[in-house]
């Protein structure tokens, strides 16, 4: 099985930055696309950003030219760098991955824990 960890999350003043990070670790042959996702209070569960295999890139309209994803396939981390952050961000961010199993090669979806981000004065 695979297991993602997130880390990096906090409490922010609006303009400011953080950076996200997510760990995946497990039997894995290879991840192909990672993304963030994240929900709001009251609200849906949204896509943020996502990163292929190959470095392709794709953003939510609310966060494009904001956010910056990133990935060191060496050690399975996706990064998730937020500049000029909103109130409106405040969410609990969850990384995502699509991993293809060393033990019999199936893909497998597979959701971090979250990790709290909070954009108040």
């Known amino acids: 099985q695979v297991q993602l960890v997130e880390s990096g999350g906090g409490l922010v003043q609006p303009g400011g930055s953080l950076r996200l990070s997510c760990a995946a670790s497990g039997r894995i042959f290879r991840i192909n696309a990672m993304g963030w996702y994240r929900q709001a209070p009251g609200k849906e569960r949204e896509l943020v950003a996502t990163i292929t295999s190959g470095l392709s890139t794709n953003y939510a309209g609310s966060v494009k030219g904001r956010f910056t994803i990133s990935r060191d396939n060496a050690k399975n981390t996706v990064y998730l760098q937020m500049n000029s952050l909103k109130p409106e961000d405040t969410a609990v961010y969850y990384c995502?991955?699509?991993?293809?199993?060393?033990?019999?090669?199936?893909?497998?979806?597979?959701w971090g824990q979250g990790t709290l981000v909070t954009v108040s004065s």
């Open positions: 995502n991955a699509a991993a293809v199993l060393s033990v019999n090669y199936r893909s497998l979806e597979v």
